[in-house]
Every structure is written in structure tokens, then in C-alpha cells.
């Protein structure tokens, strides 16, 4: 085991769970049902769950022979920004999870690395990197607030949507509309 597995876990924290009361016997389960607060950073660059906003876990925790299962859902927030017209978006992101936790020595254990399968730490799970995993992949790279979103104006920066539909930049100085051509070709 890394040296940084061996790290404390800190109880408290809320995407870590305790399984104490999940029997180790195969087929046991338990119901994990409750809203915490997002972690930082959960999410990409121009859209995510913002820190501490409610991150609701709805999950089932199933002792399996090599381990603890967890699955099921988690559900929060996003707000971002729209990437053509740069107007916020908010969202809600439902994803669902599945993850076996290998108990310390199993057979699971020993034959995987540390990134492949989450490891049981003493009588805690930290769900955190999963969760992160499944949040950030669900999430657009280029995220927009609808589909066909027009954007932004390009002379004027301004939203397609709050300008008039016969809205322009007439110009009549050709050197100036020549300007602009390089400008464009340059983008
Ligand atoms: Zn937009
Ligand atoms: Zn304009």
C-alpha cells in the first residue's frame, strides 16, 4: 500500500463514509440517503458544482467478498458559463456510481493498483475521488446554455439574443471593413 493510503482519513470529512455498521458478511447492505456540501473544485474550468452547495448521495453500500460496493446516485447543482454567449447556466447534474472499495489484503487488494479499485481505509471509504470521476465526465467541456445558442456578436461582443434581429456593424470606410477582415482571419 502507498505511502499516502495510509494517510488518516478524516471521518468528518463528508464525502469519506464509515461502514462500521455494514456488516462484513457477503449480500449485507445499507442505505446511505443525505445531502453534503461539494467539496472545492468540483467541476471543470467554465462549469461545476459550486463549493458547498448540496451534494445529494442516494447510494447502497453492499459488502461483497473482496470488498464494499457502493453504488448510486449522486445529484447536485451546476452553474457555469454558457461558452458562446458567456451567460450563466445552472443546471442540476444527476450521475451514478459504481465502485468497489477493496478490503486491506484481499485478493483485490494485491492484485490491483490503488487507482483502479478504491481501497476499504480501516472502517472508512472516501467517496471523493469517485464522485469527482463521475461529476467531471458527466459535465460539457464546452458548455452552453441551450444547443443552438447563437452567441455573442462579434463586432459588439453583445448577445445575439438582446440585440434587434437586424442588427450590424455597417461600415462604410473600406479601409476600416478591411481592418476587420484581418481581425477575423486572425481568430
Ligand atoms: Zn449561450
Ligand atoms: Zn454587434
Not at 463514509?17 to 458478511?25: A, N, Q, T, V
Not at 487488494?109 to 475521488?129: H, K, Y
Not at 437586424?166 to 479601409?175: K, N
Request: with cysteine; net charge negative.
Amino acid at each position: 500500500m502507498p505511502d499516502y493510503l495510509a494517510n488518516r482519513l478524516d471521518p468528518r470529512a463528508p464525502l469519506v463514509l464509515d461502514i462500521r455498521d455494514l456488516p462484513r458478511r457477503p449480500g449485507s447492505m445499507r442505505a446511505i440517503d443525505r445531502v453534503v456540501p461539494a467539496p472545492a473544485d468540483l467541476g471543470l474550468e467554465l462549469i461545476g458544482v459550486p463549493e458547498g452547495a448540496d451534494l445529494r448521495l442516494d447510494l447502497r453500500l453492499e459488502s461483497v467478498s473482496e470488498g464494499v460496493l457502493v453504488s448510486g446516485a449522486v445529484t447536485a447543482p451546476v452553474t457555469g458559463e454558457c461558452g458562446r454567449c458567456l451567460r450563466e447556466i445552472s443546471d442540476t447534474l444527476a450521475v451514478t456510481i459504481q465502485e468497489l472499495f477493496a478490503y486491506a489484503n484481499s485478493t483485490t487488494d494485491e492484485t490491483t493498483e490503488e487507482d483502479e479499485v478504491g481501497r476499504v481505509q480501516g472502517d472508512l471509504i472516501d467517496l471523493e475521488p469517485t464522485a469527482r470521476d463521475a461529476v467531471v465526465l458527466a459535465l460539457p467541456t464546452n458548455p452552453v446554455c441551450r444547443a443552438d445558442c447563437p452567441g455573442l456578436c462579434q463586432e459588439c461582443g453583445t448577445a445575439w439574443e438582446d440585440l434587434p434581429a437586424d442588427h450590424s456593424h455597417q461600415q462604410s470606410d473600406p479601409r476600416w471593413a478591411a481592418l476587420q477582415k484581418l481581425t477575423r482571419t486572425e481568430e
